[in-house]
């Protein structure tokens, strides 16, 4: 069974950092693809950043340059979201998602699995 389990979220001050972890299982973690988006209020689904596991590309919105960094550690089938200096409107539910063919690396179509999202909320 496929499994994307999603944790950290929580209440931050404007400025303050976050780290969510993304435990995956049920695949095989090196061949695919692993993204975060997140999905604020009465707003789209936004695809974040995504991690190439097999290669460790990387991919940003421009929303999140510079702030937020993406990793993994690949003995624990695991990816990491760090973010830093965060906004209020980075206020959403955040949600890792993998993918083994993926083209467009920001795009939600392009995903197979989906965890189950981890709210974060930036106060100002």
């Known amino acids: 069974e496929v499994q994307l389990q999603a944790s950290g979220g929580g209440l931050v001050q404007t400025g303050g950092s976050l780290r969510l972890s993304c435990a995956a299982s049920g695949f095989t973690f090196v061949n695919y693809a692993i993204a975060w988006f997140r999905q604020a209020p009465g707003k789209e689904r936004e695809g974040v950043l995504c991690?190439?596991?097999?290669?460790?590309?990387?991919y940003y919105a421009d929303s999140v340059k510079g702030r937020f960094t993406i990793s993994s550690d690949n003995a624990k089938n695991t990816v990491y979201l760090q973010m830093n200096n965060l906004k209020p409107e980075d206020t959403a539910v955040y949600y890792c998602?993998?993918?083994?063919?993926?083209?467009?690396?920001?795009?939600?179509?392009?995903?197979?699995?989906w965890g189950q999202g981890t709210l974060v909320t930036v106060s100002s």
């Open positions: 998602a993998a993918g083994n063919s993926v083209l467009s690396a920001l795009s939600s179509p392009e995903y197979d699995y």
């Open positions: 991690l190439a596991i097999s290669d460790g590309s990387t």
